[in-house]
């Protein structure tokens, strides 16, 4: 197969550059893994777990069953991130098992929606939480509008999120991973908060765990509606522990990245699988499993049943600091794939430059904040986001596929780490994700469909960047 072109011998000029420094450690890197998968998921998706799985044991299990598939990626990409200790992280991977060409277009993707359609999405979220501790930050008080744009209180507070977590993150590495450990630890504080207050004052009751469910519901089923109430629940499980795969991001910034890359992921991920179970215990204990169906906002009216109507205003509180958290991490590690773009002659070559005071990739900070701020205005970010949730499934497969072939292709390649149970766990994760993949197609080719435009638009940007970097 094909790699990048570049060459891999710096010259004297290349050799003066700033370059980024090694200052994440490994607890850095455990909290920006677990302070960018824990958002909004868990506060909102266990209706649409407990709809296609009624009952409290399926509930769990299937948290638990996302947590081991998603450990089977992270062993897959544990030995491709000790190989290629690089910023870009899954860029450079499919890049080194595929060639320039198909890594451009996830970079293209993760800018164009991926990333910056995320951050969108987490700053207006964060805003719509705070606004309901602070009323004056509302959705509903205008303070523009032009040109068919709308900017109100929530619009501004999240577009002061985005500059002003991006401005401490351009003057330096350690401000930008300070603010995101904190905001993880006061993340877990509040967390744990919630479910020991829950379990030791709350008015719940430890029969919700064991009750069978209304008519004996899912006893009944056979194993192929079982695998399929199964599949669909996976849908939510696997989105609310997306965000693992931010830490290969940063991997030029990790201290002895082929120890603490595999060391983090793994550990990040039982992390949050614990805190992820836990959550869900709380929930279960709270109310009965055919409840849990009927609410929407389930951590509100847990909040609620458990403790008093007035807990739903710290638990708007919680909320908007856990979507901070992320919003925390996702500016920091993102723009890592940008720069490791740019260096390639594929992307804006100003994103390629490190700031020579800060040392840290400044112009690619500040173009995926100028670019997250216009999806912010635009209120598109959610429809757009959710049309390449198919490319970034599909990205993930690709690159475990990707393990099979740099092991074929590169059988004598420095191996720091060895994917744990490969062939089979890897193979598993291609089968499952892959499955998932297909059956988006099928079941919302709309949203598919629009995915895959959304990516081939890079096809004409590939092209030109590519001439251009042959130019240079």
């Known amino acids: 197969m094909a790699t990048t072109t570049v060459s891999t011998t710096p010259s004297l000029a290349a050799e003066s550059r700033p370059t980024l420094v090694r200052g994440l450690s490994l607890l850095d890197t455990v909290l920006l893994l677990v302070g960018g998968v824990i958002g909004s998921s868990i506060f909102l998706t266990a209706k649409d777990i407990a709809g296609p799985l009624p009952h409290p044991v399926l509930f769990l299990l299937v948290w638990v069953l996302g947590a081991v598939i998603s450990l089977f990626a992270c062993f897959a990409f544990s030995e491709l991130a000790a190989m290629f200790p690089h910023s870009g992280g899954q860029y450079v991977y499919m890049r080194e098992a595929y060639g320039d060409f198909p890594a451009f277009l996830y970079g293209w993707m993760m800018f164009a929606v991926g990333n910056c359609g995320a951050i969108a999405a987490l700053a207006v979220g964060a805003a719509a939480y705070l606004g309901a501790i602070v009323p004056t930050i509302s959705q509903q008080h205008v303070v523009l509008s032009l040109a068919g744009v709308t900017l109100t209180r929530a619009h501004l507070v999240a577009l002061l999120m985005i500059a002003g977590v991006t401005g401490i993150n351009i003057v330096g590495l350690r401000p930008g991973a300070l603010l995101q450990n904190a905001a993880t630890w006061a993340k877990f504080c509040a967390i744990a908060a919630f479910v020991v207050l829950g379990f ?273």
């Open 200 to 472: 030791a004052v709350g008015k719940g009751d430890w029969h919700h765990l064991t009750a069978s469910p209304p008519n004996g519901l899912m006893m009944g089923a056979s194993s192929t509606q079982l695998l399929s109430a199964f599949g669909v629940a996976l849908i939510a499980v696997f989105w609310a522990y997306d965000g693992w795969v931010y830490v290969t991001w940063v991997s030029d910034e990790v201290k002895e990245p082929r120890r603490n890359l595999p060391l983090a992921m793994v550990v990040g991920t039982l992390i949050v699988a614990v805190v992820y179970i836990a959550m869900n215990t709380a929930y279960l204990y709270a109310m009965p499993i055919g409840e849990i169906t009927q609410h929407e906002t389930i951590a509100h009216d847990v909040a609620i049943a458990l403790f008093s109507p007035a807990a739903a205003t710290w638990l708007s509180a919680l909320i908007a600091l856990s979507i901070f958290g992320a919003l925390a991490c996702a500016i920091l590690a993102c723009p890592r794939i940008y720069y490791a773009m740019a260096l390639d002659g594929l992307f804006f070559r100003r994103m390629g430059e490190v700031h020579p005071k800060w040392r840290t990739p400044a112009f690619a900070l500040i173009g995926q904040a100028i670019w997250a701020s216009i999806l912010t205005l635009s209120g598109r970010y959610d429809q757009l986001y959710t049309y390449v949730m198919f490319g970034m499934i599909l990205s993930y497969t690709l690159t475990v596929v990707g393990l099979f072939i740099l092991r074929r292709t590169r059988p004598d390649a420095p191996r720091p780490y060895r994917c744990t149970g490969y062939p089979w766990l890897p193979a598993i994760y291609v089968l499952v994700a892959g499955a998932w993949t297909l059956n988006t197609v099928f079941t919302r080719p709309k949203e598919a469909l629009a995915g895959m435009a959304i990516i081939l638009v890079g096809v004409p940007h590939y092209w030109y960047w590519k001439r251009t970097a042959k130019r240079s």
